[in-house]
């Protein structure tokens, strides 16, 4: 089982950056498929980056050009550098895991590994 840890949430005004950063642990980091969900209150959780074991990355239409995902598969670690933050970024952030992704890589269902969530807050 994957333990998955994030941090880096805050809160910050719009314009603003932010680096998430989440820890695995219990398993091969370089053999997980990684990705970051948000979800807000009343909403659906929705996929907001991947980053592919081989290093390709995907992102949703609402984040391309602002968000940026890595990993260092030596600190076990994927992250999620966030610039030009919009007050619509808001939402609790989520890391997720899984061996098998496919091209779906948007859809929660497809991860087992899930970390606690940390909250970004961007204001006007």
């Known amino acids: 089982q994957v333990q998955l840890v994030e941090s880096g949430g805050g809160s910050v005004q719009a314009g603003g950056s932010l680096r998430l950063s989440c820890a695995a642990s219990?398993?091969?980091?370089?053999?997980?498929?990684m990705a970051w969900f948000r979800q807000a209150p009343g909403k659906e959780r929705e996929g907001v980056a991947c980053?592919?074991?081989?290093?390709?990355?995907m992102y949703d239409d609402s984040v391309k050009g602002r968000f940026t995902i890595s990993r260092d598969n030596a600190k076990n670690t994927v992250y999620l550098q966030m610039n030009s933050l919009k007050p619509e970024d808001t939402s609790m952030y989520y890391c997720?895991?899984?061996?098998?992704?496919?091209?779906?890589?948007?859809?929660?269902?497809?991860?087992?590994?899930w970390g606690q969530g940390t909250q970004v807050t961007v204001s006007s």
């Open positions: 997720a895991a899984d061996r098998k992704v496919g091209g779906r890589w948007y859809a929660a269902r497809n991860y087992n590994s």
């Open positions: 219990g398993s091969t980091f370089s053999s997980l498929h």
């Open positions: 980053i592919y074991t081989s290093g390709g990355t």
